[in-house]
């Protein structure tokens, strides 16, 4: 697998990413946690979330449940963290099923921060 540094932060990340945006509606948590382990066994190690997901349908019962499959795949597979790299996303002024649409600064950055800690089950974000 093709891998290119993410800009000077002395990481390498595969040419391919695992989006996320549909674990929890579309795609249930064992098919997630299927696509997380296929997509590491073929050289994939860039994981791309956010506190919204999943998308499709957007709606605010459902925001946090990508993280929550991620990290029960997490908590199932403590010896893996290391292996891929995990990129989340703040959610903004506008969305209104978040923190009822708050401007981001940094308290809702740091509110943001620790759920999405707590529901990917990892200590730390790439």
């Keep these: 697998m093709k891998t290119n540094s993410l800009g000077r932060?002395?990481?390498s990340v595969s040419a391919y990413c695992l989006g996320t945006m549909t674990f929890g509606?579309?795609?249930?948590e064992a098919e997630g946690h299927g696509?997380?382990?296929m997509a590491l066994d073929h050289g994939i190690n860039f994981?791309?979330?956010a506190e919204m997901y999943p998308t499709?349908?957007?709606?605010?019962?459902?925001c946090g449940e990508t993280e929550?499959?991620?990290g029960t795949w997490n908590a199932a597979n403590p010896s893996r963290r290391g292996d891929?790299?995990?990129?989340?996303?703040?959610t903004g002024a506008g969305q209104r099923m978040v923190r009822d649409g708050a401007q981001i600064?940094?308290?809702t950055i740091t509110e943001a921060v620790e759920g999405s800690l707590k529901r990917l089950q990892t200590d730390y974000i790439d």
């Design 47 to 49: 994981l791309d979330t």
């Design 68 to 70: 929550r499959i991620i």
């Design 25 to 28: 509606t579309q795609t249930s």
């Design 84 to 90: 891929y790299i995990l990129a989340t996303k703040v």
């Design 105 to 107: 600064s940094r308290a």
């Design 9 to 11: 932060t002395g990481l």
């Design 35 to 37: 696509q997380i382990d």
């Design 56 to 62: 499709t349908p957007m709606a605010a019962e459902h």
